[in-house]
């Protein structure tokens, strides 16, 4: 949702919590994300990893963007 020039809600909090997975110099995007992308062939993904998010209560397919 937006409200004036604020985003809110359950899918910028599921943003927030897969970019806090990250590591450094790394770029992660939800499962969703790469099905949406993927067929464009314009990006590069690792074979994705479970992790656990706080607040969603089961785990989530995060995958690196090679984007060098």
Same mark, same amino acid.
């Given at each position: 949702m %937006?409200e004036?020039?604020d ?9 927030? @919590?897969?970019?806090? $997975?990250a $590591?450094?110099g790394? *770029?992660? *995007? +939800? #499962?969703?994300?790469v099905?949406?992308?993927?067929i +464009?062939? &314009?990006?590069?993904f690792? &074979?994705? @990893?479970?992790v #656990?998010l %706080?607040? *969603?209560s089961v %785990? @989530? @397919?995060?995958f $690196?963007?090679y984007? $060098?």
């Open positions: %937006k004036g020039e985003f809110f809600g359950n899918h910028v909090n599921l943003a927030a @919590r897969v970019a806090g $997975q $590591q450094g790394e *770029i992660l *995007i +939800s #499962s969703l994300l099905e949406l992308t993927q +464009s062939g &314009e990006f590069a690792g &074979e994705g @990893r479970a #656990s %706080k607040g *969603i %785990k @989530r @397919r995060v $690196q963007v984007w $060098q």
